[in-house]
């Protein structure tokens, strides 16, 4: 089962596709995880993913579908992959369907997190995730169990991501309506795009999300 996750920054993707990848046994491929990751290695490379990112802005297509096409040909990803923060343009979703059309592969559903952006820059400052195995939490939405303590791994060490910074996160917005909505019309004629009320508590979107793939066999 492969499937899309769509939406704004902060509209709940990473969450989502977490408790995906545990009920399905299929995997979250995150391309912000990805770069993320890539960025560590600090060379000419990792500082120019750290500028574009910092601010906000997309990397190039060229790079991040290139990214994107090693990944889903790894062995984890072969029972199938919830994408998350992949596609972000146009040309990101066409070269998609080109990757899957040329492996046989289709998708499920194209799943899009909707949620207003006064909530979402609410949320996205308030977020965090654990250090040790990127399990991600909130303020005051998703605490951990035992305060100071990663549900998942026992880790006591949290991180922050630099763009979620005020300013930042206007532009991310800004890229988001821009750049990446104009990808949902793509979805949509081509009858896969499901729109879901990303306002609601994270359990019922969870639900409302399982409920769409059942529907989709
Ligand atoms: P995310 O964790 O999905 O919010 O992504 C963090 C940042 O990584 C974004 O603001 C972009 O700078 C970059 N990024 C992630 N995915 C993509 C993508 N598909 N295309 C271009 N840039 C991306």
Do not use: W
């Not at 290139?66 to 923060?85: H, K, S, V």
């Not at 009858?191 to 793939?213: F, H, N, R, S, Y």
């Amino acid at each position: 089962m492969n499937i899309i996750l769509l939406g704004a920054p902060g509209a709940g993707k990473g969450t989502q596709a977490q408790r995906l990848e545990q009920a399905h046994g299929i995997v979250q491929i995150s391309t912000g995880d990805m770069l993320r990751a890539r960025k560590k290695a600090n060379d000419a490379l990792g500082r120019e993913l750290s500028s574009i990112m910092a601010a906000g802005n997309l990397v190039p297509d060229d790079l991040i579908i290139r990214m994107l096409g090693e990944r889903i040909e790894q062995p984890d990803a072969a029972n199938g992959f919830i994408l998350d923060g992949f596609p972000r343009t146009v040309p990101q979703a066409e070269a998609l369907q080109r990757m899957l059309d040329s492996k046989n592969l289709k998708l499920a559903g194209v799943i899009e997190l909707k949620v207003d952006e006064d909530a979402l820059v609410q949320r996205i400052a308030g977020r965090y995730s654990c250090a040790k195995c990127d399990a991600g939490y909130h303020d005051e939405y998703q605490k951990p169990a035992e305060a100071g303590v990663c549900d998942k791994c026992g880790s006591t060490e949290f991180k922050r991501r630099e763009d979620d910074k005020p300013e930042a996160v206007r532009n991310r917005l800004k890229v988001y309506r821009d750049q990446t909505a104009p990808i949902l019309p793509y979805y949509r004629a081509k009858g896969l795009l499901e729109t879901i009320d990303g306002m609601a508590p994270i359990d019922e979107v969870t639900q409302k999300i399982e409920a769409l793939l059942k529907k989709a066999g």
